[in-house]
């Protein structure tokens, strides 16, 4: 899970929140409107999935390929602008698919938690110093998992340094 990325390791961390709401029976109702949210959730995926945002600047990399230059000073320009299109082809891709695994895994888990409360269970059945601790050990961002009220609840937590093996043998 160390390598895994942010988006990754936050999910999988709510996911343990979801099964802590199910084994204290934290269901709700199911929103009216939960179907129409899931499905714009999904029609988001499928749009972010055919997007390709790269292409603009592949089309300016083939035009700079095939510019011709008269003095070396101009080709020395020329490639260096062409490493820097490259790069910057390369970077619009990963974000893309980046973009895409945190759409994926934001609808898995609005399926998963249709039902459940995990706000209940986060809130006052889950010990934050192990999220703390397991945050720490996978280098993930403790505060994300947490609203900005809970966040001042449990804001004793953040000078806590308990190795997440440590806390893990107390539960």
């Not at 945190?102 to 888990?109: F, V």
């Not at 249709?114 to 996978?138: A, C, M, Q």
């Amino acid at each position: 899970m160390k390598k895994g990325s942010q988006m990754e390791k936050l999910y999988h961390a709510k996911l343990a929140n979801l099964e802590a709401a199910i084994m204290c029976n934290h269901k709700r109702t199911i929103p009216k409107t939960f179907e129409q949210s899931l499905q714009k959730k999904r029609d988001t995926l499928k749009t972010a999935e055919k997007a390709t945002p790269w292409k603009k600047n592949e089309e300016v990399l083939k035009k700079a390929e095939s510019t011709k230059t008269k003095t070396d000073a101009q080709e020395k320009k020329r490639k260096e602008r062409i490493t820097k299109i490259k790069g910057m082809i390369k970077k619009s891709k990963a974000k893309q698919k980046e973009r895409v695994e945190k759409l994926r895994l934001q609808l898995d888990l609005t399926e998963k938690t249709r039902d459940y409360n995990l706000g209940t269970s986060l809130r006052n059945y889950i010990d934050p110093r192990i999220f703390k601790s397991w945050t720490d050990e996978v280098t993930a961002d403790w505060e994300k998992l947490y609203t900005a009220a809970l966040q001042k609840k449990f804001l004793w937590v953040k000078s806590e340094n308990e190795s997440w093996q440590n806390v893990s043998k107390h539960y």
